[in-house]
């Protein structure tokens, strides 16, 4: 049975959640499920945002078919070509043989590439600025490369001020049944996914977003219409200064995150010296993870947060503790930069994790090390206990500086 949703008199969601896929991009753990948004406008003529992935096809299309009651479908806009959106639009095409798939020349290119699809006749390419007018509708297009792809372009609905921002603003967490972010508790149930979502899949992309939300701002937006997670009808500054944050790389909590990368749990009470030293300090918000245990994709978020992060680990065969090895390197790969890093490592003969660990981090943009350094010898004594909290002062120093 069909479920679509209602968004204005004339816009529909129509789009489906999938709470059985275990890794989103076959990367990212999904406990709380992901949604994939389509709309549909009604208008004299009717025009589909963007289609869904696979897995919801069946309800996306019930969807398409009860809304659409009858009518045609005049144009599919693809506001972004990625398969999680995409795998449906031959289907769409299929099914209602008139359409016009409307999106700009890499969109076509990459249509090409996905498909086997003659689209000749079919297809309507846009470019920045350009207007497509549906009846009371209407519509212009801004391209946002990198966001997440480089055909990713986002529509706005000049009559009803509605940002279709494709990946942008989205999230992973399925919808269950209400679809606006005002009607959820979303700081509270939503907010880490968002940013594990965003630090995950374009936080490298910060200049790319920066540059889309420069175009947003000169848009009046009274709603915001994702691919992914709940619409956004109030508050949408609030969101829109989340994501001026995490594309600068602003830290949002002024504290200390502590990862660790421990095998016989040493460096583990290291860490855990570290944060009750800070504690009586007054620092405030601490967090304290294990990179075997935290997800990589969990570690990254929490990097965008905060704004003082440790990284303690064992040497490891000449190496850093390879969980701790793999953070790094996604840290790398995220672009994480403007943050205060300071090191603790270990090792029974010949500690190195320090050395390599600094290396890896002089790779990553303005990244501040702090000079102090705490090496273990297998455990913690009373010199490193000591030295631990002369760490714990140096951090508490440059969080009040
Ligand atoms: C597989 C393996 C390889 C290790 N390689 C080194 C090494 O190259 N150099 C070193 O000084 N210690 C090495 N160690 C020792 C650990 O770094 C050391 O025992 C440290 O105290 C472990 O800290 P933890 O209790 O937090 O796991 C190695 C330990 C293991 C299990």
């Known amino acids: 049975m069909y479920c679509y949703g209602t968004v204005t008199p004339d816009l529909f969601w129509l789009g489906d959640s999938d709470r059985r896929l275990a890794l989103f991009e076959n990367a990212y753990p999904i406990p709380r499920g992901v949604s994939y948004n389509a709309y549909l406008v009604m208008d004299e003529k009717t025009i589909l945002m963007d289609t869904v992935d696979r897995s919801v096809g069946e309800q996306f299309f019930e969807n398409l078919e009860a809304c659409l009651k009858g009518r045609n479908l005049d144009y599919v806009v693809i506001n972004h070509m990625e398969p999680d959106h995409c795998a449906t639009l031959i289907d769409v095409i299929l099914r209602y043989p008139g359409v016009t798939v409307v999106g700009n020349a890499k969109t076509m290119t990459m249509i090409d590439q996905f498909f ?45 001020k509605v940002l279709f921002s494709a990946d942008a603003f989205g999230t992973f967490g399925a919808l269950s049944g209400n679809l606006f972010a005002d009607q959820m508790d979303f700081e509270h149930d939503w907010l880490s996914d968002a940013r594990r979502y965003y630090t995950n899949i374009v936080g490298k992309y910060g200049p790319q977003v920066q540059a889309l939300l420069k175009k947003a701002a000169n848009l009046d937006i009274q709603y915001i219409c994702p691919l992914h997670g709940p619409i956004w009808r109030e508050n949408v500054e609030w969101y829109i200064d989340k994501y001026q944050k995490w594309s600068t790389y602003t830290p949002e909590v002024k504290s200390v995150l502590v990862i660790y990368g421990s095998v016989y749990g040493h460096t583990e009470n290291a860490a855990l010296v570290l944060a009750g030293a800070l504690s009586r300090r007054g620092v405030t918000n601490i967090a304290v993870h294990d990179a075997s245990v935290t997800h990589l994709s969990e570690l990254v978020s929490l990097c965008f947060q905060y704004s003082h992060i440790v990284l303690a680990s064992a040497t490891y065969n000449n190496g850093i503790f390879t969980p701790m090895e793999t953070l790094l390197s996604d840290m790398k790969a995220h672009n994480v930069q ?63 500086g």
């Open 116 to 160: 086997d699809f003659d689209m000749t006749g079919q297809s309507l390419i846009v470019k920045e600025g350009d207007t497509l007018c549906t009846g009371r509708h209407t519509f212009t297009f801004a391209m946002a490369p990198m966001v997440h792809w480089p055909e990713a372009m986002v529509t706005y609905d000049m009559s009803d």
């Open 338 to 400: 403007n943050r205060t890093v300071a090191i603790i490592e270990n090792g029974s003969w010949a500690p190195q994790a320090a050395k390599l660990m600094r290396a890896e981090l002089e790779h990553m943009k303005n990244i501040r090390l702090l000079e102090q350094s705490v090496t273990l010898k297998s455990s913690v004594k009373e010199a490193q206990r000591v030295a631990l909290e002369e760490l714990a002062d140096a951090l508490v120093a440059d969080l009040q």
